[in-house]
């Protein structure tokens, strides 16, 4: 936890809305990830390993705000 705790917010507010989003048309791919998991349809590795590799940023967003707000 001592990482998460030593990420600068900004950073991670940058990267989620980069990285985290991109690429932004047709949709964000985090999101069509999402809805890929919901359908049953993220079944194939590289589709896995996209879910985790633009999925990642918001993870460690979310931990580092819930460490913040403790």
Known sequence: MK????????????I???LGLAPFVPEPHVWEKLKMLV?????RP???????FHGLPW??????LSRMSR
């Open 3 to 14: 990482f998460i705790d030593s990420l600068p917010l900004f950073s991670l507010v940058l």
């Open 59 to 64: 993870v460690l967003l979310v931990l580092k």
């Open 39 to 43: 359908a049953g349809d993220l079944t």
């Open 46 to 52: 590289i589709d896995i390993f996209d879910f985790a």
């Open 16 to 18: 989620c809305l980069t």
